[in-house]
C-alpha cells in the first residue's frame, strides 16, 4: 500500500494568511496527486488534480505543486470560507488511499 | 449538471449485508468514466471502497474485495454498493462518486480524481 502522510494534522491561521500543507508519499507516484477540501457534513470537493492542476469553478488563491513523493497544497491568502479539512489522495496505485487530513482553524 | 444520490438503510445489523444506491442525473454512467464508492467513518479519514469503469472494469480495495460488489443498474442509470458480513468498523458515512479516467503506464485504464460527489449516507451498524 502507498501511505499518503499529510503534515500539519492541524494548524491556526487569519484571513489573509498564505498557508502551506504538505503531503508525502511512501514511494513515488509520479504527479497522480489530488486535494479536497471537505466541511463538516458536507461531501469532499476537489480542489487540484493531477498534483498542480486547478479544478474548475476552483478560486486561483488555491494551488498545487510537487512529484514523486512530496506534495504541497498553497492557500495564497486565506478567506473566511477556507476554513476546512483538507486531504491528499494518491491515484497512482490500484489501491487509492487518502491522507488523514490538515484541520485548517480560525486564529 | 452531473448529480449524484446515495440512497439505503441507515441502520444495519451485524453480520448483515450493507446494500445503498446511487442514482445519477446529468451523465449516462454507459458513457465513460469510473463509479465508485469512498466512506469516512466517524471523526476520520477517508477510505477508498471500490470503483467500476464503464465497461464493467472493477478495482476494488484488497482490505475490502472478499466483501464487496458494485453492481451496475443501466436501465436505472444508478450503480450500488453491497458490502457483506458488516461489523461495526463498517459504520460511516459513505459517498458515491464518479472519477474521470487516465491510462496507467502498465496499459490499463484507471480512476484518476473523484470530481463529483453524492451528499454522503450514515450507515450505522448496531443490533
Known amino acids: 500500500d502507498i501511505q499518503m502522510t499529510q503534515s500539519p494534522s492541524s494548524l491556526s491561521a487569519s484571513v489573509g494568511d498564505r498557508v502551506t500543507i504538505t503531503c508525502r508519499a511512501s514511494q513515488s507516484i509520479s504527479s497522480y496527486l489530488n486535494w479536497y477540501q471537505q466541511k463538516p457534513g458536507k461531501a469532499p470537493k476537489l480542489l487540484i488534480y493531477?498534483?498542480?492542476y486547478l479544478q474548475s469553478g476552483v478560486p486561483s488563491r488555491f494551488s498545487g505543486s510537487g512529484s514523486g513523493t512530496d506534495f504541497t497544497l498553497t492557500i495564497s491568502s486565506l478567506q473566511p470560507e477556507d476554513f476546512a479539512t483538507y486531504s491528499c489522495?494518491?491515484?497512482?496505485?490500484?489501491?487509492?488511499?487518502f491522507g488523514q487530513g490538515t484541520k485548517v482553524e480560525i486564529k | 449538471q452531473v448529480q449524484l444520490q446515495e440512497s439505503g438503510p441507515g441502520l444495519v445489523k451485524p453480520s448483515e449485508t450493507l446494500s445503498l444506491s446511487c442514482a445519477v442525473s446529468?451523465?449516462?454512467?454507459?458513457?465513460?468514466?469510473?463509479w465508485g464508492w469512498i466512506r469516512q467513518p466517524p471523526g476520520k479519514g477517508l477510505e477508498w471502497i471500490g470503483s467500476?469503469?464503464?465497461?464493467?472494469?472493477?478495482y476494488y480495495n484488497p482490505s475490502l474485495k472478499s466483501r464487496v460488489t458494485i453492481p451496475v443498474e443501466r436501465s436505472k442509470n444508478q450503480f450500488s454498493l453491497n458490502l457483506s458480513s458488516v461489523t461495526a468498523a463498517d459504520t460511516a458515512v459513505y459517498y458515491c462518486?464518479?472519477?474521470?479516467?487516465?491510462?496507467?503506464?502498465?496499459?490499463?485504464?484507471?480512476?484518476?480524481?473523484?470530481?463529483?460527489w453524492g451528499q454522503g449516507a450514515l450507515v450505522t451498524v448496531s443490533s
Open positions: 446529468g451523465y449516462s454512467i454507459s458513457s465513460g468514466y469510473f
Open positions: 462518486a464518479r472519477a474521470p479516467y487516465y491510462s496507467h503506464s502498465d496499459g490499463h485504464f484507471r480512476p484518476y480524481y473523484f470530481d463529483y
Open positions: 467500476i469503469f464503464h465497461s464493467g472494469t472493477t
Open positions: 493531477g498534483a498542480s
Open positions: 489522495q494518491q491515484s497512482y496505485s490500484t489501491l487509492y488511499t
